[in-house]
């Protein structure tokens, strides 16, 4: 399967390509603009195959970061026909197993390979865990929450080298972006639903009579004790 090549830059067709990115980007900021919580992984489900459809990828993906446990997880990932998903092989994975890798993202630096059989020795231990997946040629945008790597969009090719438009990265990075803002929202949300939950809690198991009352003394809500 071959890739979008690489253009020169004055190549006529850069255009139109770089027009339907642009509508692209539209649907998604336009998307993500509303998207309601209990929506948001379908929405990010539609985006990840789009994208993938769109740079012409055998793989898209997103994956999540975990700092507490120095691992990562895949949370979306979306497959051409015919290509074997990674899904199950990406729970749970330890930051260190791709230590170069990692280190281009952790930094928010794109980690983009085009050919992983011209990967010098430094990198034996990246190009094991790519050849566990059959992974040929690599590309990984970084999003960040607070400063901090939070995650990629990342894209896999496993029929053989790619050479990534960098009208594509660029694009992308906006994506990125965007989907930061979207998943900083959701996790400042279910902070605030946590948070809800446990004064309930701690409303309705109080020892003592506690009740919520509006401006005017109607009682709207009272513990058992009361």
Request: hydrophobic share 45%.
């Given at each position: ?142 999003f960040a929450i ?30 990125a972006s965007l ?48």
């Amino acid at each position: 399967m071959a890739l979008w090549p690489k253009r020169n830059d004055d190549d006529p067709g850069n255009d139109a390509r770089t027009g339907a990115f642009e509508q692209l980007l539209d649907r998604l900021f336009a998307r993500f603009l509303s998207v309601a919580t209990h929506e948001l992984d379908d929405a990010l489900q539609s985006t990840v195959a789009e994208l993938g459809r769109f740079v012409g990828a055998d793989r898209s993906y997103i994956i999540r970061y975990d700092w507490d446990s120095s691992t990562t997880t895949m949370t979306h990932e979306w497959c051409a026909v015919g290509v074997a998903p990674s899904f199950e092989m990406e729970q749970g994975v330890s930051m260190a197993t791709a230590p170069q890798q990692q280190q281009r993202l952790v930094a928010l630096d794109v980690n983009q390979i085009d050919d992983v059989t011209l990967l010098g020795p430094d990198w034996d231990d990246d190009r094991r865990y790519l050849d566990d997946e059959n992974i040929t040629a690599i590309l990984e945008v970084p999003f960040a929450i607070d400063g901090r790597l939070s995650g990629v969009i990342g894209f896999d090719s496993v029929t053989g080298p790619v050479h990534w438009r960098s009208s594509d990265i660029t694009a992308l990075k906006a994506v990125a972006s965007l989907l930061a803002n979207v998943l900083a929202r959701t996790v400042a949300e279910g902070a605030r639903d946590d948070t809800i939950r446990e004064l309930r809690a701690v409303f309705g198991d109080a020892p003592v009579p506690l009740m919520l009352l509006d401006r005017n003394g109607v009682v709207l809500r009272a513990n058992q004790m009361a």
